[in-house]
């Protein structure tokens, strides 16, 4: 996808959300919210990526040490210029955080048939500022107090339960969006249980979610820190087990209790809403095919 195209298509239009839920017949642009700084070019525990469109999988490996949790660069999304990102690699997931935002513009992982298993326990973990984040972005929990809205994981604890120190990080605040209750405990929490019963089916699927903001003018939370309240949020799988597959989902982010189906969108739409690219690195005919897809009986 080319990147400049998708900037000035952004930048030129708006989304209408309609319901609970955008169905693909309800879905329309995303205008991008221009005021945006420049990438800041700081990482985390990583050198520096997405410049690497033309690499291939069969170049990168998935696998770290005893256990395959590592996302391959080349299907981590590339973030247009303008966009604000710190990247911060976790033990099981990839943020990139946004400071201005104050949230993950998106968090990548790989899910694992073994990774929906474990005795690890959310129970006693706490929620804590990500020490890698300079202040004054370094968001804490207070922030969220009565603001009204739940500390929504992008990676839920869920799916984490493999490793302590996976369960720990994924408790970051650079993990998390303010979310609608509703929506955190209800058909978002549902996909979070059908990805990894995909991930049970197929062996292993890539995710990545994040908020999306489409007003010129957003709500914010937060005294110390000032945390931008996104008006929906999206996730996008892919499956390369077998014959590959991708699929797209938007949710708005209010009270829902809907078919799946109604939050389904290709990759493609959920590209041109966003700015992302995601899965940059697969074969062209390969990823063509995968994000004009939006299909749940495929799955």
Not at 11 to 30: D, F, H, I, K, Y
Not at 250 to 273: F, L, Q, W
């Amino acid at each position: 996808m080319n990147r400049n195209k998708q900037h000035i298509a952004l930048l030129a239009v708006a989304l209408t959300l309609l319901s609970c839920g955008l169905s693909p017949r309800q879905r329309s642009a995303l205008a991008a919210d221009n005021s945006q700084t420049e990438t800041t070019g700081n990482y985390s525990e990583t050198s520096k990526t997405g410049d690497n469109a033309g690499s291939s999988l069969a170049d990168e490996s998935a696998s770290a040490g005893d256990a395959s949790y590592t996302v391959p660069d080349s299907l981590l999304p590339l973030t247009p210029k303008g966009i604000p990102e710190q990247r911060l690699r976790r033990k099981a997931y990839v943020s990139s955080f946004n400071r201005t935002t104050l949230m993950p513009n998106w968090v990548a992982w790989k899910l694992t048939a073994a990774h929906t298993d474990g005795d690890i326990q959310r129970k006693g973990v706490k929620f804590h500022p990500d020490d890698d984040v300079p202040e004054p972005y370094r968001v804490t929990t207070y922030d969220y107090m009565q603001s009204g809205y739940d500390r929504g994981h992008m990676c839920p604890a869920a799916d984490n339960r493999w490793d302590r120190r996976a369960m720990d990080e994924c408790f970051l605040m650079t993990n998390m969006c303010p979310q609608n209750h509703g929506l955190n405990a209800g058909d978002w929490n549902e996909m979070e249980m059908q990805c990894r019963r995909w991930a049970k089916e197929y062996g292993e699927v890539y995710i990545v979610a994040g908020p999306i903001l489409y007003r010129g003018k957003h709500a914010t939370i937060g005294q110390e820190h000032r945390v931008t309240v996104p008006e929906a949020f999206f996730k996008v799988v892919l499956c390369l087990k077998g014959t590959p597959k991708a699929i797209g989902f938007i949710y708005r982010n209010t009270d829902g209790n809907r078919p799946k189906g109604d939050y389904v969108n290709s990759i493609d739409e959920v590209e041109r809403i966003t700015g992302y690219d995601f899965f940059h690195g697969l074969n062209k005919k390969v990823q063509d095919k995968v994000e004009k897809e939006a299909d749940l009986g495929l799955w």
